[in-house]
C-alpha cells in the first residue's frame, strides 16, 4: 500500500536565461482518493537555456500543469501506445519524449506536422535543430517546459534513483547504466526521403531487439515484484508504451 502523501515543495532558485527575474519550482503532490495527484507551476528546479532560439521560437511561461495518476497502478496484461506523454517528474515537469514533427522536404525548417512522409522527427536526435537545452528540454508553443531526455540537473538533485512517474502511475527511475535500452539503431539506408543512413534522427530509425538490453520495449523491468519504468541515455529515453491504466491526463497533447 502506498503511503499517503501530501507535499509541498519549494526546489531550487535558479535564474533563467531569457529573463532577469527568478523562478521557483513550486509542486504539490498529494493523493486524492485513488489517485496520486501532481500539480506545478511548470518551472523545473534548474535554470533553463534561452528561449526562443534558433531552433524553437517560442518564449517561456510559467503555467499551472496538473496531471493525475492510478495511486495504486496494476499490470492489465496489454500495452497502450500513441499516448502524448510519458509521464511526470517529481518537480512536476512533464516528460514528453515524442514530437508532432515529421520529415517535409517541402517545408523551409525542413519538418512539418504533415505526416505522410511516415518520418516522425525524435526529440533528441534533432535536439539542435529543436533548440533543446543542456537539460535536453525546451518549451512549446504555449511556452510549457518538457523533458524530452534526462535531465542532468533533475537527475542530480533527488537524493535517490525515483525522478517521476508514468502515464500508469508506475513509478520512473534513473540509474545510469544501470538500466539498458533494448531499442537499437537499424542496418543501413532508409529506402524513401529523406534517405540516408539511420542515425536516429527519427523514430522510425529505431527498432527494439530482445535482450539487446535488460528493459523491455517500454523502458521496464519488474524490480522486487514491481514493474518498474526507466529513463535511460539512448532512445526511447523514456517509456513511450505503458503496461498499466493510462490516465486521461496525458492522452492528450498538454
Excluded at 7 to 21: D, F, H, I, K, M
Excluded at 220 to 235: I, S, W
Aim: proline share 4%.
Amino acid at each position: 500500500m502506498r503511503k499517503a502523501l501530501i507535499l509541498t515543495l519549494a526546489l531550487g532558485l535558479g535564474l533563467w536565461v531569457q529573463a532577469s527575474e527568478a523562478h521557483e519550482n513550486e509542486v504539490d503532490i498529494r493523493l486524492e482518493d485513488d489517485r496520486l495527484c501532481i500539480t506545478s507551476n511548470s518551472s523545473p528546479n534548474h535554470d533553463i537555456g534561452r528561449f526562443p532560439n534558433p531552433g524553437n521560437p517560442n518564449s517561456f511561461s510559467e503555467q499551472t500543469t496538473r496531471v493525475c495518476v492510478d495511486a495504486e497502478p496494476e499490470d492489465t496484461g496489454l500495452i497502450t501506445e500513441n499516448v502524448q506523454s510519458s509521464g511526470v517528474s517529481v518537480t512536476g515537469i512533464l516528460f514528453r519524449p515524442g514530437t508532432a514533427d515529421f520529415y517535409d522536404a517541402s517545408s523551409p525548417r525542413g519538418f512539418s506536422r504533415d505526416p505522410s512522409s511516415g518520418w516522425r522527427l525524435e526529440g533528441m536526435g534533432a535536439a539542435d535543430l529543436l533548440g533543446m537545452d543542456a537539460e535536453n528540454a525546451h518549451v512549446d508553443h504555449r511556452g510549457l517546459y518538457h523533458y524530452h531526455g534526462v535531465s542532468e540537473s533533475l537527475v542530480g538533485s533527488q537524493s535517490g534513483s525515483l525522478i517521476g512517474w508514468a502515464a500508469d502511475g508506475f513509478e520512473i527511475h534513473y540509474i545510469g547504466d544501470g538500466a539498458q535500452s533494448g531499442w537499437q539503431l537499424r542496418d543501413g539506408t532508409r529506402d524513401t526521403a529523406p534517405y540516408g543512413a539511420y542515425d536516429g534522427t527519427y523514430e522510425e530509425d529505431w527498432v527494439y531487439v530482445a535482450g539487446s538490453g535488460n528493459l523491455d520495449e517500454c523502458n521496464a523491468a519488474v524490480v522486487n515484484g514491481t514493474l518498474t519504468y526507466f529513463a535511460t541515455d539512448t532512445y526511447p529515453f523514456f517509456p513511450r508504451c505503458f503496461h498499466g491504466s493510462v490516465s486521461s491526463d496525458f492522452m492528450g497533447r498538454r
